[in-house]
């Protein structure tokens, strides 16, 4: 049984300030990570796909990857209170049809 | 550029109804295709996946079914709703290595 385990939270922080979330996969054998954002009552969209150990940076958002300790993170700097967000980590294998296991999410509330 | 449309936006229907909700992605071809379920305050459980026309598998043993007549066309279908069937229903494409987009959702409440 593949898993992806995220903290549900929520995970308050104050505007400015950066905001770290974390995902722990069980399948050594991933390849693939994904972040989504989620929005209350949307549907989720991809903010970050890597692929290969250490930091992929885009804008504000940091995705960090650790196979070795199958772990991935996203940091999101300069946290705004449009960032208020379900962020979802999502993790496929190599091989198969890709599919990946999704993270149940972890709420994040950015506060003025 | 890639576009995925999902109707209907929300849907109200009685237990013992009918369903049909379609996806249609434009902008490329040959997409795998997902029709996922998400229900209130849990995960994304995936129903039914398709890598061509015809092909369908399915995830979840439930009364659900799922059909691609066009390649880049996805219907998701039940011949008689039940209540634990209410969610919210996402269609979703990828390429065969990459992330998922998905489609704006479809809110159903079976009643």
């Known amino acids: 049984q593949k898993e992806v385990e995220q903290n549900s939270g929520p995970l308050s922080v104050p505007e400015g300030a950066i905001a770290s979330l974390n995902c722990t996969y069980s399948?050594?054998?991933?390849?693939?990570f994904f972040w989504y954002r989620q929005y209350s009552g949307k549907s989720p969209e991809l903010i970050m796909s890597?692929?290969?150990?250490g930091d992929k940076e885009d804008g504000r958002f940091t995705a960090q990857l650790n196979k070795a300790s199958q772990y991935v993170s996203l940091l999101i700097r300069d946290s705004q209170p449009s960032d208020s967000a379900t962020y979802l980590c999502?993790?496929?294998?190599?091989?198969?049809?890709?599919?990946?296991?999704f993270g149940r999410g972890t709420s994040l509330i950015v506060h003025p | 550029s890639q576009t995925i449309h999902q109707w209907p936006a929300t849907l109200v229907q009685p237990v013992g109804s009918p369903l049909s909700l379609e996806c249609t992605v434009e902008?490329?071809?040959?997409?795998?295709l997902y029709w996922y379920r998400q229900a209130a305050g849990r995960g994304l459980q995936l129903l039914f996946y398709?890598?061509?026309?015809?092909?369908i598998s399915s995830e979840v043993p439930q009364n659900l079914s799922a059909s691609r007549p066009q390649d880049r066309q996805f219907i998701l279908s039940s011949k008689k709703l039940l209540l634990s069937d209410s969610g919210f229903y996402l269609c979703?494409?990828?390429?065969?290595?990459?992330?998922?987009?998905f489609g704006s959702g479809t809110r159903l409440t079976v009643v």
């Open positions: 979703a494409w990828s390429r065969q290595i990459g992330g998922y987009t």
């Open positions: 399948d050594r054998g991933s390849q693939s």
């Open positions: 890597i692929y290969s150990n």
């Open positions: 999502a993790v496929a294998a190599s091989g198969g049809s890709y599919i990946p296991t």
């Open positions: 902008g490329t071809s040959n997409p795998n």
């Open positions: 398709s890598v061509g026309i015809g092909q």
